[in-house]
DNA sequence: GAGGTGGGTTGGTTCTTCCAACCGAGGTAG
DNA sequence: CTACCTCGGTTGGAAGAACCAACCCACCTC
């Protein structure tokens, strides 16, 4: 651990965040997954001003997160519809979720989900390989 | 969907991007993840800048994610140490861990971790009633 | 006593965000 | 035909946050 760096550690989980680690583009992502495809809606469910709005979906278009869809072209009008690089986004969204849902929403949670099990969904993050949850301490660093 | 909203969308998700979400908080929870529990360490590891880690690591304690321990009285010298709520982010940073190794990260993940059951760390996202994994089309709002 | 270590502060600059107002093409009501 | 509304933005200017380099101070080692 803690190879002496001058420079930040190379890390996927930093490279994620260059992309995606601002303060709306996961609410982006959220309204998308809600069926919120305009510009509009997502700027009134996110809360997000505008013109930031429009930098966000221009870099997350670019990135290939989202696409954006004309609609109608006479006046130009354009969706916004999550890429499969978007849509895999969902257990990050559902991680963020679970965890607000756990240690910062008061009360209850103010939207439940329900699996196709029949259960209200708690989110698990688990091992591929071997299906169990990956609790803490199941994980090491292979060097 | 789209109730007729002029305040953003109450959601868990953006009470957890409120604590967590800027541009170091989660690489800092990941570096105490890595072991990696100094100031210093932090700094370089991150590479946030000094003065913005130290508002960040106030604020994260504050709000319960870590906690701060001396380990030297006589200089007073303290160490950061994630608490229940801080492991509890374990889930988000692997599933964006997962993301950037699927979709960002160019070349092979730079840090590969093994699951106990022996094979390298795949995350998936799953339902803690059945075990099956939360494939896209599998949840639903509950209303 | 010179220099290093650890965990910060401080001052000054730059960069980003935020807000309110505006815009232009088109559709709609009257 | 005129007035007004919708949609998806753009613009200017003010405020705030981030950034960087330098500094600080208590202690420890050489």
Redesign the pocket.
């Known amino acids: 651990m803690t190879t002496p760096t001058t420079t930040p550690r190379a890390c996927s989980v930093a490279n994620a965040l260059e992309v995606v680690g601002?303060?709306?583009s996961l609410l982006v992502v959220r309204e998308l997954f809600f069926k919120a495809h305009?510009?509009?809606e997502i700027a009134a469910n996110t809360g997000?001003?505008?013109?930031?709005l429009?930098?966000r979906?221009r870099k997350l278009e670019e990135v290939g997160v989202l696409e954006r869809r004309a609609y109608s072209s006479?006046?130009p009008?354009?969706?916004y519809h999550l890429t499969d690089a978007g849509r895999a986004l969902s257990p990050v969204i559902q991680a963020l979720r679970q965890w607000g849902d756990d240690f910062v929403t008061e009360g209850p949670p103010p939207a439940v989900f329900e699996h196709d099990c029949g259960h209200p969904f708690v989110a698990v993050l688990s091992c591929r390989a071997c299906g169990a949850a990956a609790d803490r301490g199941s994980l090491h660093l292979q060097h």
């Open positions: 601002d303060r709306w305009r510009f509009n997000a001003p505008r013109d930031i429009t930098t979906l006479s006046p009008r354009y969706e």
